[in-house]
């Protein structure tokens, strides 16, 4: 039972600093998305080689683990641009709460590329939760957030089929501080040409606010890693959805941003399925 609180203290550590990587993000102002990734994950990188270094972890891989590391890296990258893009021209907690459609995309993944079954009840839950999604992104040609709400949207269907590589891989035996340092060094050289041709001069407050968010995501990555060495996710999981309410808070706080009502029904709609999921897969497991 204490390894179980510990495990909630440290999802809902992760989802703030999410959330607080998002504010930094938004803060930095009209920089690429592209440049922001950099930075995001340059910090990111240098956090994941400290800490294999202390550990004494070799830096290399099992080569059968290659393909899905870069699986891993690929959609993440492309995940991070998307989530970055909505970050930038929504309100936080849409752009966070699209991006937690991840889960829900991880459901279907699992079931293409690691061949797990899927319930029913499994699948009208992730059907709700897209459903709910289309409350926030409100689909119609007179939305001019529209582009930006399905890249956010995408965001969340890359981050899933990532966190499938990254179960995979897991099950596989690679660290999860390799995968995070295979992850960040990838995105950085990825997004590296595009830094040199088509650099934005920052000034000190956009160089200090992604710095900010480097370390937010940082201290994001490795506590979601420890809440998950705690506790299994099907006891924990659902308490990262807080990052909608510090979003939303820190949006409020942070910028005068207030959601529609069509967006607070999508989070009530997405934030049930997930309570569902959550009793479900527990109802189920207890009883094996």
Known sequence: MRSRYRGILYIILAAFCFSLMNMFVHMAGDLPPVQKSFFRNFVAAIFAFILLKKDKVPLRCKRENLIYLVMRAGLGTVGILCNFYAVDHLVLSDASMLNKMSPFFAVLFSYIILKERVTVPQALFVTGAFLGSMFVVKPSFA???????????????????????????????????????????????????????????????????????????????????????????????????????????????????IPDMLSWLGYGVICSMAVFMFLYNNRRQSLR
């Open 143 to 257: 939305n001019m957030d529209l582009l930006p709400s399905v890249l956010g949207l995408l965001g969340g269907v890359c981050a899933g089929a990532a966190y499938t590589m990254v179960r995979k891989l897991g099950m596989s035996g690679e660290k999860g501080a390799f995968i995070v340092l295979f992850f960040s060094v990838f995105s950085c050289t990825a997004t590296l040409p595009w830094l040199v041709f088509d650099y934005h001069p920052m000034t000190g407050l956009q160089l200090t606010a992604l710095l900010l968010a480097g370390l937010s995501a940082a201290g994001g990555q490795f506590s979601i890693t420890a809440a998950y060495c705690h506790a299994p996710a099907k006891e924990i999981s659902v308490y990262d959805y807080s990052q909608i309410i510090f979003s939303a808070v820190m949006g409020f706080l942070a910028f005068g941003q």
